[in-house]
């Protein structure tokens, strides 16, 4: 059974304060010590400056790489991620896997086929190998395989795409993807681009916004760049 969770409605943004505050990391899940574990205190240690500093390339604030690692570790299901890039989050996502000791592994899927390749490999020299394994395709298109297949995810982190139509349409498809009560997280949510006319490239926010189900899914918390949404429990006699 997932444990009970924290959410945190008061970190909500307008678009006009969009880059104006990061909001720090906040625990979801009850725990009781600060950070999780030595790896995720490692993560605070190599944050500078608000900005993580990790050996692969990749750019994750210090609020983004706790709250990936956490989800990471309480995941209830097996995890999915848009947008594998060199394999930073992926590298957190499959160490709190590990230190977990979960039966559960990561997705990881790209468009470009060179990127997963080398993900792929980042993994394997950090011998996480077998907590990940790396796809390429279109990310609707493989929602729509995977909704398909009658797949769900216990933690589901979207970073493949800064454009308002792709991430419209990768929620518009989350609700038959997510577990009952499980998370859904969003990079680059706090961004001032998104509200820059002249960025015509970003539209995440926007995006968000427009295509979440919000009668399947409720605001969760902004912890850095970062926008959290959790599926919404089922409710008494309701039917996944």
Same mark, same amino acid.
């Given at each position: 059974?997932?444990?009970a969770?924290?959410? &945190?409605?008061?970190?909500?943004?307008?678009?006009?304060?969009?880059?104006? +505050?990061?909001?720090?990391?906040?625990k979801?899940?009850?725990?009781e010590?600060d950070m999780? /574990?030595?790896?995720?205190?490692?993560?605070?240690?190599?944050s500078?400056?608000?900005?993580?500093?990790?050996?692969?390339?990749?750019?994750?604030?210090?609020?983004?790489?706790?709250k990936?690692?956490? %989800?990471?570790? *309480?995941?209830?299901g097996?995890i %999915?991620?848009?947008?594998?890039? &060199?394999?930073l989050?992926?590298? =957190?996502i499959?160490?709190?896997l590990?230190?977990?000791?979960?039966? *559960?592994?990561?997705t990881?899927?790209?468009?470009?086929?060179e990127?997963?390749?080398?993900?792929?490999?980042?993994?394997?020299?950090?011998?996480?190998?077998?907590?990940?394994?790396?796809?390429t395709?279109?990310?609707?298109?493989?929602?729509?395989?995977?909704?398909a297949?009658?797949?769900?995810?216990?933690?589901v *982190?979207?970073?493949?795409?800064?454009?308002?139509? &792709? +991430?419209?349409?990768?929620?518009?498809?989350?609700? /038959?993807l997510?577990?009952?009560?499980?998370?859904v997280?969003?990079?680059?949510?706090?961004?001032?681009?998104?509200?820059d006319?002249?960025?015509?490239?970003y539209? +995440?926010?926007q995006?968000? =916004?427009?295509?979440?189900?919000?009668?399947?899914?409720?605001?969760?918390g =902004?912890?850095?760049?970062?926008?959290?949404?959790?599926?919404?429990?089922?409710?008494?006699?309701?039917?996944?």
């Amino acid at each position: 059974m997932t444990p009970a969770t924290r959410l &945190h409605p008061d970190t909500w943004l307008t678009a006009d304060q969009l880059g104006q +505050v990061y909001p720090p990391y906040r625990k979801t899940f009850p725990f009781e010590t600060d950070m999780i /574990d030595d790896a995720h205190e490692a993560l605070r240690a190599a944050s500078v400056n608000g900005m993580l500093r990790g050996n692969l390339k990749g750019s994750l604030r210090e609020a983004d790489a706790l709250k990936i690692y956490e %989800l990471a570790y *309480f995941s209830p299901g097996p995890i %999915l991620e848009l947008g594998t890039y &060199h394999g930073l989050s992926a590298s =957190i996502i499959a160490t709190a896997l590990k230190n977990a000791q979960s039966p *559960f592994t990561l997705t990881s899927v790209d468009l470009h086929k060179e990127l997963s390749d080398l993900a792929a490999r980042n993994l394997k020299s950090l011998g996480l190998e077998a907590y990940a394994t790396f796809d390429t395709s279109d990310g609707t298109a493989y929602l729509d395989r995977l909704a398909a297949e009658g797949r769900t995810f216990g933690f589901v *982190f979207i970073d493949h795409s800064h454009q308002y139509g &792709h +991430v419209q349409a990768a929620c518009e498809r989350l609700a /038959d993807l997510v577990m009952p009560s499980a998370f859904v997280l969003f990079h680059d949510f706090n961004d001032p681009r998104n509200s820059d006319p002249a960025e015509t490239e970003y539209g +995440v926010y926007q995006g968000v =916004i427009d295509g979440i189900e919000t009668t399947a899914f409720e605001f969760a918390g =902004i912890y850095g760049c970062t926008a959290l949404y959790r599926r919404r429990p089922l409710r008494e006699g309701q039917r996944y």
